[in-house]
């Protein structure tokens, strides 16, 4: 085994190196892959042991930041990636955006405004009746009538 192999299986299995890049690790674990965090770690341990100057900082400070910025550039380069899932997922969204609409304007006035009070105006059962002027059964009526319509017509 080489020396420089040595030296950095003996670092890999310091505990202060491991708190270390776990600490800089666990802020990015949600946004980046675990594998991809582990290598990172690894590739970034080997750079420090063939770059870090001594006489400039102490091992670890250097790691950390190297290590920091590392995950920092990983998200830049995962955030410019052209991810055609993305891209399909968005349109799905426009899709059954597109669905709803249509669906909504195949509906009558009177179940748009109930729609409309009840989802955007935040209102009652009880006031969309008053407002309406028939009782807050038949206004839940209603409502259950026009959602059940754009469900089916969303299908």
């Known amino acids: 085994m080489d020396n420089i192999e040595k030296k950095f299986e003996d670092l890999w299995n310091d505990s202060n190196v491991q708190n270390i890049m776990n600490k800089v690790s666990n802020r990015y674990n ?14 970034v341990l080997w750079k420090c042991i063939d770059k870090h ?5 102490k091992f670890t400070s250097y790691l950390y930041q190297q290590l920091t910025y590392a995950m920092k550039n990983k998200l830049k ?29 195949g509906l009558d006035q009177e ?33 259950k009538s026009a959602i059940k ?5 969303c299908l």
């Open 53 to 57: 100057d001594p006489s400039k900082s």
């Open 111 to 143: 179940a748009i405004n109930i729609l409309s009070q009840r989802f955007y105006d935040n209102m009652t059962m009880a006031e969309i009746g008053k407002l309406n002027g028939y009782s807050r059964e038949t206004a839940r009526r209603r409502l």
């Open 149 to 153: 319509y754009c469900q089916e017509s």
């Open 30 to 43: 949600r946004k980046i892959d675990l594998d991809d965090l582990e290598s990172i770690k690894m590739d």
């Open 77 to 105: 380069k995962k955030s410019n990636e052209f991810n055609c899932d993305s891209i399909e997922k968005q349109d799905d969204k426009y899709q059954s955006k597109l669905k709803v609409i249509d669906a909504v304007s």
